[in-house]
């Protein structure tokens, strides 16, 4: 082998051994993310997951996912883990306002910088949180179904039951607020808010079936949540009050795209989890590289019903169910 053969072998030997390196070195430098969240069970917190490792993944971030299983116990272990392990970052999606305080707390005393995505908290310091308007889309939600009501001509004796999450959680205060506040103007009563615990079917059902029992006069039920929503369907067909009793919720499933075209759910205030998630990584990379970070981003509710899902069809898909395909 001649002596400019040799010279080129070795130079180009160097060359992708440093490149080697570097690719070492930026897979050992890559910063790391914690997303403590409450239940990943819920669909709601998957999607937002979703969006999280798709922004991470085109950010250079490594992301893990700690599930509390809506146990608080679990969300401490979670977050004295995540430091443990010596996250860069914390994106939390607390069980409710009042456990996020302890989070925050840890977090806090570790140096770890905190984007609170949903939820809330009651105090402490973090680096910013994102939240949708919920008090302004559930009255939104809420006039859309007063409308329904004064068509049907159940406005003036008819009734309204809602099962609602925590009201701990400043979100499901803002709910319940907005949502009031639109019955109040339309002349509507509110028959009963039963708190969610477990958020199981069995839960959703058996609030549901109450709520009928209650009262006569019901006329729809509200759910501050979706992803239980076949309880509070199978309370009302079991009462035998098909066609008597709308049903209205927050969030979205997929089925939604055929269920509310059908009529079989009235209306959806549609969140978007999926854009949550994105920007809470984009949030932590501007502080990252020295940018400054907006303290409190509100994302806008969807109010979607039969009159307007066609229109909000790609929308939906993307934002807020996180179809990407």
Request: charged fraction near 25%.
């Amino acid at each position: 082998m001649s002596f400019v053969k040799i010279t080129l072998f070795v130079t180009l030997f160097a060359y992708f051994n440093i490149l080697g390196a570097a690719e070492v070195k930026t897979e050992l430098s890559k910063k790391k993310i914690a997303y403590i969240v409450s239940d990943i069970r819920i669909p709601f917190w998957q999607i937002m997951s979703r969006g999280i490792k798709k922004s991470a993944d085109e950010l250079g971030y490594d992301v893990t996912v700690y599930s509390s299983n809506n146990i608080k116990k679990t969300e401490i272990k979670n977050t004295l883990q995540a430091i443990k392990n010596q996250v860069d970052a914390i994106i939390l999606s607390p069980i409710n306002s009042s456990s996020a305080v302890t989070v925050l707390k840890f977090a806090n005393s570790a140096n770890i910088p905190v984007i609170i995505s949903d939820i809330g908290t009651q105090r402490g310091e973090y680096l910013s949180y994102i939240s949708s308007d919920n008090e302004n889309g559930a009255y939104e939600i809420g006039q859309v179904l007063a409308q329904k009501m004064k068509e049907l001509g159940w406005d003036k004796n008819g009734s309204v039951g809602i099962v609602a999450i925590p009201q701990k959680r400043e979100n499901g205060k803002a709910r319940t607020t907005g949502f009031m506040r639109a019955m109040s103007e339309s002349g509507i009563k509110v028959e009963g808010l039963k708190q969610q615990v477990d958020f199981s079917y069995k839960e959703t059902y058996d609030f549901s079936k109450k709520l009928i029992e209650q009262s006569k006069e019901l006329r729809a039920i509200w759910l501050q949540g979706s992803d239980r929503y076949k309880g509070a369907q199978d309370a009302i067909k079991q009462s035998g009050k098909e066609g008597e009793i709308l049903l209205i919720v927050f969030d979205a499933e997929p089925e939604f795209l055929e269920l509310i075209p059908r009529g079989v759910i009235t209306a959806a205030a549609m969140q978007q989890p999926y854009v949550f998630g994105e920007k809470a990584v984009m949030l932590l990379d501007d502080f990252f590289n020295k940018k400054d970070v907006q303290k409190h981003i509100q994302l806008s509710i969807l109010p979607i019903s039969t009159d307007n899902i066609e229109k909000n069809i790609p929308l939906i898909k993307r934002n807020v169910l996180g179809i990407l395909h």
